[in-house]
């Protein structure tokens, strides 16, 4: 609705101050055409909005103007309470901030709203934790993002990420923003010209420096983040393992594939006793060898023939103890 579109746009341009007009375009999903006639609907309707021309112009609100009008719907509503219990940001010592946030916008609520906000709270509740969940240490999470929001530069000594056996490196960076994906922190700085990603758990020391960076005008972190997953995932060594696997525990060994590796299990036909015949995704024969060895024999390896032969030496090794 037009209604909801030119509260957005006063909105967007109250938070970023000045957006061309291709920019609100693209952030309302409507064309610069729509854009214009909308700014002129806001001016008339006594909204102080201009337009400036030429390099660095674009359209922005009189510095002076702010309005209190959320226009938030009951749908809305009920999505923004449903953010409250983000356990990453208790972790970044948000939380306090957070409740108080939340405590004013519900105050802020007409009536009619404030029972969406209870449903909200008491409907639906975020558990970000996996079941097998490791707590991380977040020691030097909050160093990290104060020099992050300061653009101070970190001097970092850390672990290379997926190589434990390699010693320390001992690094300046750039520290750029912070991600929380599952259970685990990762910090996305630049080092030596290069961007890179370092898990918060790996680093050993860090330090805050008074010296300062200006940061690139142009970088977006979940951009960013985005195009790093997948170079990484497809960089990511896959031990593929073809086997005989029981239908009853063919639900358990998919949900852990789905958990931990983010992929399915690949079936490829059904053997005459009722056994799948599937294609096994893991990163490497020691891995594969554990998770194997753990259900006994509901699972047979047929290739590679190494990892047949580990398994069975395993199994022996054990039969043998017992």
């Not at 409250?84 to 957070?98: K, R």
């Not at 700085?189 to 790996?202: E, H």
């Not at 079936?267 to 995704?281: A, K």
Request: charge should be neutral.
């Amino acid at each position: 609705m037009r209604a909801d579109r030119l509260i957005s746009m006063l909105l967007l341009l109250q938070i970023h101050g000045k957006l061309s007009a291709e920019q609100l375009a693209k952030r309302l999903e409507v064309s610069t055409r729509t854009v214009y006639r909308d700014m002129e609907a806001l001016s008339t309707a006594g909204v102080p909005v201009y337009a400036e021309r030429g390099p660095g112009g674009g359209i922005a609100l009189l510095e002076s103007y702010r309005t209190s009008l959320t226009g938030l719907n009951s749908r809305e509503v009920r999505a923004l309470f449903m953010l409250s219990t983000l356990s990453p940001l208790d972790q970044l010592g948000a939380d306090q901030e957070l409740k108080s946030a939340f405590l004013k916008l519900a105050a802020a609520l007409p009536a009619s709203l404030r029972m969406d906000e209870q449903q909200a709270r008491q409907r639906i509740y975020l558990d970000w934790k996996p079941w097998s969940h490791r707590e991380e240490s977040t020691a030097h999470l909050q160093t990290i993002q104060q020099a992050v929001f300061q653009s101070r530069w970190l001097s970092v000594r850390y672990m290379p990420m997926g190589a434990p056996w390699i010693e320390p490196l001992e690094n300046l960076v750039q520290p750029y923003g912070l991600v929380a994906k599952e259970s685990s922190w990762y910090l996305v700085c630049k080092c030596r010209a290069l961007m890179r990603v370092i898990r918060v758990v790996d680093i050993l020391e860090v330090f805050q420096l008074a010296k300062g960076f200006i940061r690139k005008n142009d970088f977006d972190l979940e951009r960013f983040w985005a195009a790093w997953c997948q170079e990484y995932a497809a960089d990511h060594p896959r031990y593929l393992v073809k086997a005989l696997v029981s239908p009853s525990i063919h639900p358990a060994l998919q949900r852990y594939f789905q958990e931990h590796h983010s992929e399915q299990i690949t079936i490829n036909t059904s053997s005459e006793n009722g056994w799948y015949v599937v294609e096994l995704p893991f990163s490497t024969l020691e891995e594969a060898r554990q998770r194997i060895l753990g259900y006994g024999g509901s699972i047979e390896v047929i290739e590679p023939v190494a990892l047949r032969y580990s398994v069975a030496d395993y199994a022996q090794q054990i039969l043998k103890r017992y």
